[in-house]
């Protein structure tokens, strides 16, 4: 299974993509897997603190395209919807840990953790325009929130790679630390989290995101609309062709 699960003494829930072949690139059953051990874990009291995370060398490439081209957004109810979706309503605190590259949802999702480490040589890319499609996951609200205009803009419109240090400043890391002691770190973290109140923890973070929600759910609704529109059109299609062909597109 590429994704793996286990909640250790602590009471931290731990969730790794494990998918090395494909750069822990997402399918649609990795998907609906992780929506599934998200909402359990939200609704286990045993489990007081969320960890994600990815393999030594690799965060998430964001979707594999060869399986988002036979498993389009067609509604809601869609995997990857839900898991915004998911991510979006988690009342638990969600840690998450950035080793080398986090590209699309994989950088997206980092948007709606609530403690973040990435490790000093990781990348990251918001691709979505060189795909010919929209931003996602909330991010054409939360980075402008967090990073300013210009700065989002110039991520989202170019669609090119930056450094984890670009990410700290655009506020979508808490901490930089060398590669071999984020996991660990995070780990810690986590276990730190879990020692509070679980029921203050769950209402701070709920006060915290409040005023914030309404827009949130707009945007996300917005996102997905336009994102499945431009998903039918030809220039997504000739986009992603030309990706899996390793040419320039043709628009």
Partial sequence: MSILSHIDDAHVGHIQISRAERKNALT???????????????????????????????FCAGNDLSDFLENPINDANSPVIQFLYTLRDLQKPLVMC????AVGIGATMLLHAD???????SKFQLPFINLALCPE??????????AGYLRAAEKLMFGEF????????????????????????????AHRLAEKSPSAMRETKRLLKTANANALHQCLDAEISS??????????REAMTAFLEKRKPNF
Avoid: C, W
């Avoid at 998907?31 to 994600?52: C, F, G, S, W």
């Avoid at 950035?98 to 590259?101: D, E, F, M, S, T």
């Avoid at 996951?137 to 967090?146: A, I, K, T, V, W």
């Fill in 98 to 101: 950035v080793n080398g590259v």
């Fill in 115 to 121: 403690f973040v480490v990435a490790a000093e040589d």
């Fill in 162 to 189: 930056f450094s984890t240090k670009d990410a700290f400043d655009m506020q979508m890391v808490t901490h930089i630390l060398p590669h071999h002691e984020t996991l660990r770190y995070a780990v810690h973290q």
């Fill in 28 to 58: 649609a059953r990795m998907y609906d897997a992780m929506v599934t051990i998200l909402r359990e874990y939200d609704a286990d009291d045993n489990v007081r603190v969320i960890l994600l995370y990815g393999l030594p060398e690799m």
């Fill in 227 to 236: 994102f499945a529109q431009l998903l039918k059109g030809n220039d997504a």
């Fill in 137 to 146: 996951g909330g991010s054409s609200l939360l980075l402008p929130q967090r």
